[in-house]
RNA sequence: GUCCCCAUCGUCUAGCCCGGUCCAGGACACCACCCUUUCACGGUGAGAACCGGGGUUCGAAUCCCCGUGGGGACGCCA
């Protein structure tokens, strides 16, 4: 194991959203190419906002991405770790402790109740024109960060700041540098709008007489209409309606991976073992990434076409039973339905209404479709052929209905184009599906010889 | 308003660090054709970009400056 300690920090104010799992993706990443240690920390210390519902939001959602931590809070086969607790919430003592330092070294100080930094430098007022307010500046160089993927980046600052509310909470910078100093973190992988938070936070190392670690601002992600970075509230922002409508979380994390990254080369999907095989930060772009749902869903469907046979029927009776759409059939039936629809759909999603005539007679008839069936050749002579043909037919398999049903266009004059589109109306009801033959055998001579009945009986 | 970051097809991006092999490559989307049993998949092809202006250089998508545009931050939120 090598030295490499990162964190994934998030604060459970909200919902679970695309940002924060690709930065969660990308410190993970790092952690796992270089052998390193992935922590999940909990920043909580927000405790208006703070819910218990989105903690194991947090929970669920890294572990549906397949996010593994090795140090943070115990869930399952995650968590524990030598520099806990991983709460903010349960660690008041060692901000206490921290605050004292500061305090003692003489870099802290009280006002209005609450405790602030302190600047070193010589101080002056001056009115804030955009805040509406005389503040107090102190002389100071600017702060240098060396960001891993930004370079050098320098950024003055120069006024005091909080570090503990007046309640006696302490504030996110404060808990994020002692956090990340106690627990001998040595990579920041976070979103580039910490950067101009950054300059605090190297301020307070100085403070603590501590080395920062290494920082890598990553690009952020924007919402695909509209302008401005990709917030909760976007359409498509959240982890949990994917998982909700059956993407596959492979195919999602690589997605995800290749907004603000890439191989350094023309590969996209890959298996995860070879993005973590690949994945550094200086392959790691510098501008932020819109979102694509058209291209995860493309993503998406390549991971579908690729999943063995019994994963995708594994799958889709999961997301059944979930949606509840599962209906009492033999489990062969299942199967060979959703093997013979594997093909034909970009996502699980589209499987229940794909499928729904295999499950019940009372299906749905789309009229403009019969309307344009009925309208042309001779639809009653080959339906009532078709009938024939099925009563008659070997059902064995997709390859001998293929066989008996050219046959029997051949022995008419006619194509197999002829007898396709009703054949379709009669037992599906619509005229998109899968091959009408595949159709016939998984539907079984008895359903399919009713449908074609049916349906001739309703001219 | 101030500060910081960024800038290649509509979108994600390769190329940029180490200037010539780039009249700029791939993918998604879109369009056409092929395959075909409908719809998809797949295959082939088309259209589509170096933000603008200055410099440096024999030569710039690649280096520098300015402008413009996009993004972010300016809380006793995280």
């Known amino acids: 194991m090598s030295s490499v300690r ?51 939001l947090i929970y669920d959602s890294l572990a549906w991405l397949g996010l593994n931590w090795d140090e943070g809070p115990k869930i399952g086969k995650n968590g524990g770790g030598d520099f806990g607790p991983y709460r903010q919430s ?33 101080r002056y007022e001056v009115f804030d ?22 370079g050098r980046v320098e950024r003055l600052e120069d006024e005091d700041f909080v570090i503990v509310r007046s309640d006696g909470n302490p504030v996110f910078h404060l808990v994020n540098v002692v956090d990340d100093i106690a627990m001998q973190v040595t ?20 403070g603590f007489g501590v080395k920062p670690p290494e920082f890598a601002h990553i690009p952020l992600i924007l919402k695909q209409n509209g302008p401005g970075k990709m917030s909760k509230r976007d359409q ?22 290749l907004l603000g990254w890439n191989p ?14 690949l994945f550094d930060l200086p392959g790691v772009n510098q501008s932020n990434a819109r979102f694509d749902d058209k291209k995860l869903a493309h993503m998406n469907m390549a991971y579908l076409l690729a999943q063995p046979a019994e994963q995708f029927v594994a799958q889709a009776r999961e997301y059944f039973t979930r949606c509840e759409k599962l209906i009492p059939v033999a489990p062969e039936y299942f199967r060979a339905v959703m093997l013979l629809c594997q093909p034909k759909v970009k996502g699980l999603e589209e499987l229940p209404a794909y499928t729904a005539y295999f499950f019940t007679d009372d299906f749905v008839i789309d009229q403009k479709v019969r309307d344009k069936v009925m309208a042309k050749g001779e639809p009653k002579a080959r339906l009532a052929e078709l ?18 049903l050219k046959k029997l266009a051949e022995s008419k004059g006619l194509g197999f184009g002829d007898y396709q589109a009703v054949a379709r109306l009669a037992v599906t009801g619509t005229n998109v599906g899968p091959s009408i033959t595949g159709i016939f055998h998984v539907l079984g001579r008895e359903r399919t010889v009713r449908r074609l009945e049916t349906c001739l009986t309703g001219f």
Request: overall charge negative; aromatic content about 10%.
């Open 187 to 206: 990579h920041i992988i976070r979103g580039e709008d910490h950067l101009s938070n950054t300059s605090k936070h190297v301020a307070l190392y100085e």
């Open 264 to 277: 350094g080369d023309d590969r996209e999907k890959m298996p995860i073992d070879e993005i973590v095989r």
């Open 387 to 404: 009938v024939e043909l099925a009563k008659s037919a070997d059902f064995t398999s997709e390859a001998t209905m293929t066989e008996a």
């Open 129 to 150: 024109e955009h805040r509406k307010k005389t503040v107090t500046k102190v002389k100071v160089p600017p702060v240098v960060i060396e960001d891993r993927i930004r």
């Open 6 to 56: 990162v964190r994934f920090a998030p604060s459970p104010t909200g919902f679970f959203h695309i940002g924060s799992a690709r930065t969660a993706l990308f410190n993970w990443l790092y952690a796992r190419h270089t052998g390193g240690t992935f922590i999940l920390r909990i920043e909580d210390t927000d405790k208006e906002r703070n819910s218990e519902a989105f903690l194991n």
């Open 236 to 257: 498509g922002a959240l982890i949990e309606e994917y998982q909700r409508r059956g993407y596959l979380p492979e195919a999602l994390v690589n997605f995800l991976c």
């Open 90 to 122: 349960e660690r008041s003592d060692i901000y206490r402790d921290y605050v004292a330092k500061l305090m003692n070294a003489g870099r802290a100080y009280e006002k209005d109740g609450a405790i602030w930094f302190k600047l070193l430098g010589e």
